[in-house]
């Protein structure tokens, strides 16, 4: 069983974002609900800095983080 775990969480996706999916510093934590994910047996919550580079990847299951293209997080005030 624990082979089949490994061999799903291996599988990595691209999941776009709107600025607006960001949190207050920019982030987002995996696992997520906008990856399809079971929130809780997926793996770790960790929190991922999407607004720095304008994309993360999780360390746990390779899935990346990316803002759609013209998206800006930021100060614009």
């Not at 624990?2 to 599988?11: D, E, F, I, P, Q």
């Not at 990856?35 to 999780?58: E, F, N, W």
Request: with cysteine; glycine share 12%.
């Amino acid at each position: 069983m624990a082979g089949k775990s490994l061999k799903r969480m291996a599988t990595s996706s691209l999941i776009e974002l709107l600025a607006s999916d960001l949190n207050g510093q920019g982030g987002v934590y995996c696992p997520s609900a906008k990856a399809h994910m079971q929130i809780y047996s997926s793996h770790p919550k960790v929190y991922l800095d999407v607004a720095r580079t304008g994309q993360a990847k999780c360390p746990y299951c390779g899935t990346v983080y990316a803002l759609k293209a013209g998206e800006h997080f930021g100060s614009g005030h």
